[in-house]
């Protein structure tokens, strides 16, 4: 788990664009994987009413899998984000994933969860090398990226659909 601890000092005192790095192997997912061992986290803080408003960007490199040509590539990613910290009821009621609670009492608030999230919600549903990607071959299986075959013309051998044309 990725622990990014806050000092209530620094966010009175303010940040601005200050940079931050995090390990990306202190994500306990095993599921992604990064190119890089560090996540580069800028972070700015103005000091409001309620608490603090603290502004992120986040920057960091998937190794991923293309799922039309399975060839691994490297998917740099951004992400930004602004969260609320804040002792105020009447916010905190709002149940909102943008609003944390820092207690006046507390010295420092772990952000670190906010930014496993952010890095969860920016990896890709479609993974895909670039967007010319022509993906592999149906019927041999070549990267059609790197050699071309010649099964354009080809008809698949064993059709499990072919039973179903009788009831067309």
Request: glycine share 4%.
């Amino acid at each position: 788990m990725i622990e990014f601890n806050l000092f209530r000092d620094d966010l009175e005192t303010g940040l601005n664009h200050q940079s931050f790095e995090v390990q990306a192997n202190n994500l306990d997912d095993g599921a992604l994987s990064f190119s890089n061992d560090k996540i580069q986290c800028y972070l700015s803080s103005e000091k409001q009413w309620h608490g603090f408003l603290l502004k992120g960007e986040i920057s960091f490199s998937f190794l991923v899998l293309c799922d039309r040509c399975v060839s691994k590539y490297e998917d740099k990613q951004n992400s930004s984000f602004e969260i609320v910290l804040t002792d105020n009821n009447d916010l905190l009621q709002k149940k909102s994933d943008d609003i944390l609670r820092f207690d006046k009492s507390e010295k420092l608030i772990d952000i670190g969860p906010l930014i496993r999230d952010q890095i969860l919600m920016t990896e890709p549903i479609k993974k895909v090398c670039n967007s010319d990607c022509k993906g592999i071959c149906q019927y041999c299986g070549q990267n059609q990226n790197e050699n071309s075959c010649n099964c354009d013309n080809k008809q698949p051998t064993d059709d499990v659909w072919e039973n179903l044309k009788q009831f067309v």
